[in-house]
Every structure is written in structure tokens, then in C-alpha cells.
């Protein structure tokens, strides 16, 4: 399997902007995550979903967040409009209960 | 709500000399107790887990952690470092392992020295 896949790698945008990260899970994993790493927070979750229903979206930071997960094989994390504190690495997970979290490479993002 | 505690921020070792790097987490029930690690640049590579059973567990790269649930405590060790191991090292408790958000630690920063 290749892994947990996210794109883009890196984002660049400029405030106001609606920014969206992609991410797609390991196949037969039932169980999506979205983080967040910042050097103040560290690694915060922000939502899960599990069999593509969001379950716990209570560290999404603000209504400017959303995130979707269409089916088995893709999700997405919005931002919209974007503000520079937005600025961050976003991680994307997948996993099955008793099991262990595989996380994607990450997307950088930047808002200016 | 459980909680994860990284006491050292930065570990300095000698390439070649063993590492111990601490963790104590709180949590209600037993948990399910994780080591990630981070190099520059990239994602977060499973070192360890602790689901239950032997509280020693093996994992990647020569490394090892301690389960003491007296303690709260799931410390990473490695016998002897090699310049590679340099990075960020998480540990991270969650409630059902994959199947749950997990906690983080604030990480700590290991540098080697030559």
C-alpha cells in the first residue's frame, strides 16, 4: 500500500483565500483524522471521521474550518476564508480499531 | 481528559552512548500508548505501541519502551544512538488506537553529538 496520501505538499496563499488539503486513506481503513501542528499548540486533532460519518469535530477551531469525507477513499479539509494563524502543517490519519495511526506526509501551508 | 507530558524538550546525546527519553500520560482506563517520530520535513513514522500484554515492547530502528502503569509512564530507549536517530520524538495515548484521536506530548527534540 502506499501509505497515506496528502496533497498538496505545500500551500501558499494569501489571507481571505479558500484553501483545500486532500488527503486519502490507507484502503480497509475505517477511521480518518485530521491535525494540526503548530510549535505553539503542537499536535491537536481537530476531526474524525469513522466509515465516512464525522464522529468528533470538537477541536475544529473556528466555523471557517470544514472537512468532508465523500467516501472510503477521500476527504477534505477547508479553510475558508484563511487567516494567517492558519499557518500551519496539516496531517493527515488513518486507522482500525485496536489498531495502530498512519499518518500522511503532511501539507504545509502558509497564509500571508 | 487524558493528557500526555514530554519533560524534556531537548536531549542532547553522544552518538553511540544509550537514550532514555520520558513520557507520563493520564488517562482513565489503560491506554493505548504510542512513540512516533518526526525528522525534518516529514510525516510521523511509528516507532512503538503499547495495546496491552508484555508491558516491554520492541519496535523499530532498535528501539524499545516501558509500560509502568504505577508510574504512568511509557519511557523509549534505545542501548546505543546513531547520528540518524537525531529528530522529534512523540509520544502520543489514545483510547482505542486507531480507532480514536490521539493525545500528543510536545515533543522531544534529540540531538547528537559526533
Known amino acids: 500500500d502506499a501509505g497515506v496520501i496528502q496533497s498538496p505538499r505545500h500551500e501558499v496563499t494569501e489571507m481571505g483565500q479558500e484553501v483545500t488539503l486532500r488527503c486519502k486513506p490507507i484502503s480497509g481503513h475505517d477511521y480518518l483524522f485530521w491535525y494540526r501542528q503548530t510549535m505553539m499548540r503542537g499536535l491537536e486533532l481537530l476531526i474524525y471521521?469513522?466509515?465516512?460519518?464525522?464522529?468528533?469535530d470538537s477541536g475544529m477551531p473556528e466555523d471557517r474550518f470544514s472537512a468532508k469525507m465523500p467516501n472510503a477513499s477521500f476527504s477534505t479539509l477547508k479553510i475558508q476564508p484563511s487567516e494567517p494563524r492558519d499557518s500551519a502543517v496539516y496531517f493527515c490519519?488513518?486507522?482500525?480499531?485496536?489498531?495502530?495511526?498512519?499518518f500522511g506526509p503532511g501539507t504545509r501551508l502558509t497564509v500571508l | 481528559a487524558q493528557s500526555v507530558t514530554q519533560p524534556d524538550i531537548h536531549i542532547t546525546v553522544s552518538e553511540g552512548a544509550s537514550l532514555e527519553l520520558r513520557c507520563n500520560y493520564s488517562?482513565?482506563?489503560?491506554?493505548?500508548l504510542f512513540w512516533y517520530v518526526q525528522s525534518p520535513g516529514q510525516g510521523l513514522q511509528l516507532l512503538l505501541k503499547?495495546?496491552?500484554?508484555?508491558?516491554l515492547v520492541q519496535g523499530i530502528k532498535g528501539f524499545e519502551a516501558e509500560f509502568k502503569r504505577s508510574q504512568s509512564s511509557f519511557n523509549l530507549r534505545k542501548p546505543s544512538v546513531h547520528w540518524s536517530d537525531a529528530a522529534e520524538y512523540f509520544c502520543a495515548v489514545g483510547a482505542r488506537g486507531g480507532a480514536d484521536g490521539l493525545t500528543f506530548g510536545k515533543g522531544t527534540h534529540l540531538i547528537i553529538q559526533p
Open positions: 488517562y482513565g482506563a489503560t491506554p493505548y
Open positions: 503499547y495495546f496491552s500484554g508484555d508491558t
Open positions: 471521521f469513522n466509515n465516512n460519518v464525522p464522529i468528533d
Open positions: 490519519a488513518s486507522g482500525s480499531l485496536g489498531d495502530t495511526q498512519y
